[in-house]
C-alpha cells in the first residue's frame, strides 16, 4: 500500500469514526426523549389518577358530613373518616407525579444547556 492510498484510508477511518460517534449521540439522544415522554405519560396518567379519587374521596367526606349534620354519627363519623384518609394520599401522589415533572424539566433544560 502506497503513502496516498494510506493517507485515503486513514481518512475514511476517521470520518467513519466521527459518523459513528454522531449516530450514537442521536440514539443516546432519541432514548432519553423516549424515556423522558414515557415519564410524562405516567405521570399524566398519575395525576389524572389522583385528580378522580380525590373527587371521589371528597364526595364521601362531604356525604358523611352530611349525614353528621342530620344526626347519624356514627355512619357520617365512618364516611367522613372514610373520605378523608385517602383524599390525603391521592393528594400526596398528585405532587410527587408533579415534583417527578419538574425534576424532570430541570434535567432536560440543564442537557439544552449543556449542549
Known amino acids: ?51 378522580t379519587m380525590t373527587a371521589v374521596c371528597s364526595a364521601v367526606a362531604i356525604t358523611g358530613g352530611i349525614l353528621l349534620a342530620n344526626g347519624k354519627i356514627p355512619e357520617g363519623a365512618i364516611a367522613t373518616a372514610g373520605g378523608t384518609a385517602p383524599l390525603i394520599s391521592c393528594l400526596k401522589f398528585a405532587r410527587e407525579a408533579n415534583d417527578r415533572l419538574d425534576k424532570l424539566l430541570m434535567i432536560m433544560k440543564h442537557d439544552e444547556k449543556s449542549n
Do not use: C, D, P
Request: glycine share 4%; net charge neutral.
Open 1 to 51: 500500500m502506497n503513502i496516498h492510498n494510506e493517507i485515503i484510508s486513514q481518512h475514511g477511518f476517521e470520518k467513519n469514526l466521527i459518523l459513528w460517534q454522531w449516530h450514537t449521540q442521536l440514539v443516546s439522544k432519541a432514548i432519553e426523549l423516549e424515556i423522558a415522554h414515557e415519564r410524562i405519560r405516567q405521570a399524566r396518567h398519575g395525576y389524572n389518577l389522583a385528580f
